[in-house]
């Protein structure tokens, strides 16, 4: 075989028959910082819980994720609501999210599964507790997964929040409103131990965007979040518990925390 076929049998012919390849059942749509590009399936719901805790500074952030099929797999509505606790021990509900995402393709072919999400952000956090920040804006995540083995998984994530008119107080003490952009970058690569149980390594950046004395300023912070999850099913109910130790590294400080993970799906 001269090397023009071998080119094309390693370019073409491989990966069409990765593509080709029908992979067994896997855990889907459970992952924790990077968002998996699966809707549910029609008159399927589930109930997601996140807790994150950094033992270190007491700093604590708890959400709940509610998704509901909109007809089809096509369409996808889900809230979240987050509950937050600071170092300055200010506690209490953050910026609520509304999201919406389409399942824009379902196939492991080509770019695999890619399911834009747009979000509309709540101004319903304490900007005063450092809970929110007073503002309202919208929030945009384009996730792609891929199966590319019967054992591996990866999903790539990018995406922007901006919000508008977010309130800040100047050294003087007048008040001030400024819009505010962030965003975000991340990847994980998921193996697959069993049908049942999961070993994953999610690495996330953030840009954000924030008010200081009335200004905009810019900080960044990256987790790199290795962990395990694993499947119960009774019955109709599918349980997805999980457990992962993040690391945050922001500018020269690392801290460790500790994430648990927990999602209830089912037919309604």
Known sequence: MGKIQIFFFA???????????????????????????????????????????????????????????????????????????????????GDILINYRYQLTETNSGWGYVAPRLSVVLPTGSRQKGLGSG????????????????GFVTHFNAGFTSLFKAEGTATDGTS????????????????????????????????????????????SFTFLNPGVRFEINAGNLQIVPGLRLPVQITGKSTELGIFAYLSFEHPF
Do not use: C
């Open 176 to 219: 001030t409103k400024k819009s505010l952009f962030s965003y975000a970058l991340g990847a994980s690569g998921i193996y697959l131990m069993s049908d049942n149980f999961n070993i994953l390594l999610e690495l996330l950046f953030n840009k954000l965007a924030l008010m200081e004395d009335g200004e905009v300023t810019y900080g």
């Open 135 to 150: 503002a309202a804006g919208v929030q945009m995540n384009i996730p792609v997964s891929k199966r590319w083995t019967e």
């Open 11 to 93: 370019v073409v012919l491989l990966p069409a028959r990765i593509y080709a390849q029908e992979f067994s059942t896997a855990i889907e749509d459970n992952s924790f910082l990077i968002e998996e590009a699966y809707n549910q399936e029609d008159r399927v719901v589930q109930h997601i819980s996140n807790l994150l805790l950094f033992p270190g500074t007491g700093t604590l952030a708890f959400s709940f994720t509610q998704e509901w099929p909109i007809g089809s797999r096509a369409h996808q509505l889900s809230y979240t609501i987050p509950y937050l606790s600071t170092e300055a021990n200010a506690n209490g509900i």
